[in-house]
Structure formats: C-alpha cells, structure tokens
C-alpha cells in the first residue's frame, strides 16, 4: 500500500513539474533538482 501511494505522489510531483510552464532552462533544472529532493526524501 506505501509503494502505491509513493508512486502516486511521485506521479503527481513530476506533472506538476512539467505542467507548471517552466520558460528557461533554469526554471526546468531548478524543477528537476526538486523532484529529485522530493524522491529522496520519500525513499528514505
């Protein structure tokens, strides 16, 4: 039941990601340092 909903979270982060309109390509890595901080933090 905990892998589905780290999925599901992990699901909704990333689209959330893409879908917020990053316009530079800092915005984009700044995003993807986040989600990566997002996934630690919840493997751990």
Known sequence: MMN???K???L???SGAFL???DT???VGED???LGHI???AAS
């Open 4 to 6: 589905r909903t780290v």
């Open 8 to 10: 599901i979270l992990l």
């Open 12 to 14: 909704l982060a990333l």
């Open 20 to 22: 917020s309109g990053c």
């Open 25 to 27: 390509a800092r915005g």
């Open 32 to 34: 993807i340092q986040d």
């Open 39 to 41: 996934i630690s933090h």
